[in-house]
């Protein structure tokens, strides 16, 4: 695969100082350094350090503001850089490189404007817990939209620069992911999907059942309330 001068991608990244430099070796052979910007939450095992040593663009959080703010915060620094078609993945490892053109291929012969990774959600090849977290919040944003989303938390990710000109999410922790695809949606955006494997080995989530939860349901409100007054 050829490297495109406008293709980039925004990491997240919260102390993952374990992963991160592998991550960064493989998504380099299909981008190009300077397109890849670490945004670091306030790590503080190392993580800032680790990616620092790579010929990458690096923003740091002096203190963790949570991912939707990681997110918000790469996607602002990949837009000023002019980049077309950017990605997002996750720093621990969880999401293979490999599938970045995959992704592409998918969101050309698509014609779609965001193409996410959908995963299998098969005992044994993912926790029970999160099993059954990503089966409810799929479901309950597919009932609210009205159309079926077959994996809205996932990370893996890529988009077109005018989905992200145009989306306002708000959120500031996980439940970005399915902001995103409600607000895509909502202002017509066409979403494709791509079959990823899942990939947990070792990997300790940084998501508060309870707390995210509630979180959740208070952007679907949201979402909701800025749906029917057009904001």
Not at 28 to 47: A, L, R
Request: aromatic letters at 8%; glycine letters at 10%.
């Amino acid at each position: 695969m050829k490297k495109s001068k406008e293709t980039g991608i925004v990491i997240p990244a919260f102390n993952v100082a374990g992963k991160i430099g592998y991550v960064l070796s493989q998504v380099v052979k299909y981008v190009p350094p300077e397109n890849v910007i670490v945004v670091d939450d306030g790590s503080i095992d190392g993580t800032f350090e680790v990616a620092s040593a790579y010929s990458v663009r690096v923003i740091r959080h002096e203190k963790n503001l949570g991912k939707g703010m990681a997110l918000q915060n790469g996607f602002q620094f990949a837009l000023s850089q002019n980049l077309q078609t950017i990605f997002t993945l996750d720093g621990d490892g969880q999401h293979d490189p490999k599938e970045i053109p995959h992704f592409l291929e998918i969101l050309e012969q698509g014609q779609y404007d965001v193409v996410i990774g959908k995963r299998p959600f098969r005992i044994g090849e993912m926790p029970v817990d999160r099993i059954l977290s990503n089966r409810m919040s799929s479901t309950i944003v597919s009932i609210f939209i009205g159309k079926w989303i077959p994996d809205s938390q996932c990370g893996y990710r890529v988009y077109r620069r005018k989905v992200l000109e145009s989306l306002r999410p708000i959120s500031r922790r996980f439940e970005i992911e399915a902001e995103m695809v409600m607000l895509a949606l909502k202002h017509g955006f066409r979403i494709g999907w791509c079959p990823i494997a899942n990939r947990y080995g070792g990997t300790k989530s940084h998501i508060h059942r309870i707390s995210d939860t509630v979180r959740f349901l208070r952007m679907l409100g949201r979402t909701i309330v800025r749906k029917s007054i057009g904001a």
